[in-house]
Nanobody, 122 residues
Framework: QVQLVEAGGGLVQAGGSLRLSCAAS????????MGWFRQDPGKEREFVAY????????FYADSVKGRFSISRDNAKYTVYLQMNSLKPEDTAVYYC???????????????WGQGTQVTVSS
C-alpha cells in the first residue's frame, strides 16, 4: 500500500512560481512511476506530467511544456512539480498519483493523493 501526500499549493500571481511536493509512504517508491494531474470543478481530471521510476523519462502535457518540470528524489520518497510562468488557466486542484495501470497520461493509477489547491490570479 502506498500513501501520497501533496504540499506546496497556494495563491500566486500570474507569472509567478510554485513548487509542489508529493511525499510517499510505503515500500518500493523507487520502483514507482509517478504522475501529476489537475482538476477543475466540473471538469475531467487532466494529465500534467509523468516521471519514470529512474527519472530517465519525463513527459508533459502540451499546455505546461516548457513551464513545468517534474523531478523525484527516491532517497526522500518524494516527487516534485516545479511550476513557473503560471497562468490563471493553471488554477486547479493538483494531484500526484503512483503506478499507472495503462498509458501514463490516462488517470488510471493505483494510488492518489488528496490534492492541493493552486490558484493563479490575473
Amino acid at each position: 500500500q502506498v500513501q501520497l501526500v501533496e504540499a506546496g499549493g497556494g495563491l500566486v500571481q500570474a507569472g509567478g512560481s510554485l513548487r509542489l511536493s508529493c511525499a510517499a509512504s510505503g515500500d518500493a517508491f523507487s520502483r514507482l512511476r509517478m504522475g501529476w494531474f489537475r482538476q477543475d470543478p466540473g471538469k475531467e481530471r487532466e494529465f500534467v506530467a509523468y516521471i519514470s521510476w529512474s527519472a530517465s523519462s519525463t513527459f508533459y502535457a502540451d499546455s505546461v511544456k516548457g513551464r513545468f518540470s517534474i523531478s523525484r528524489d527516491n532517497a526522500k520518497y518524494t516527487v516534485y512539480l516545479q511550476m513557473n510562468s503560471l497562468k490563471p488557466e493553471d488554477t486547479a486542484v493538483y494531484y500526484c498519483a503512483a503506478n499507472p495501470r495503462g498509458f501514463y497520461s490516462s488517470p488510471n493509477y493505483d494510488y492518489w493523493g488528496q490534492g492541493t489547491q493552486v490558484t493563479v490570479s490575473s
